[in-house]
Nanobody
């Protein structure tokens, strides 16, 4: 089992930045692809970004490329999501997830473990 705890969410003005963190505990000796997803009010959950177990490969939702950056520090068992140029439409609960190292997937069902989420609100 892997436990994931997100942090770093909050209220920010449009154009601002936030860095989300996701701390992993439990079977962290196993290697996992790590992903970020988000769910806005009244909308389905959507893929944001993912990173391979070694941090060498990343995958982003096309609409977020250039504004968001995913990274990880395996020594700290933590993955990060740097969000710049935030827009009101980025308002959502952001979830961290861990999945098979064989894929850097965009589908939620490719991930086995999920955090509780951290809320991001972007004001206009």
């Amino acid at each position: 089992q892997v436990q994931l705890v997100e942090s770093g969410g909050g209220l920010v003005q449009a154009g601002g930045s936030l860095r989300l963190s996701c701390a992993a505990s439990g079977r962290t000796k196993s290697t996992y692809t790590m992903g970020w997803f988000r769910q806005a009010p009244g909308k389905e959950r959507e893929f944001v970004a993912a990173i391979s177990w070694n941090g060498l490969t990343t995958n982003y939702a096309d609409s977020l490329k250039g504004r968001f950056a995913i990274s990880r520090d395996n020594a700290k068992n933590t993955v990060y999501l740097q969000m710049n140029g935030l827009k009101p439409e980025d308002t959502a609960v952001y979830y961290c997830a861990a999945g098979s190292p064989l894929r850097i997937g965009e589908m939620g069902n490719e991930y086995n473990y999920w955090g509780q989420g951290t809320r991001v609100t972007v004001s206009s």
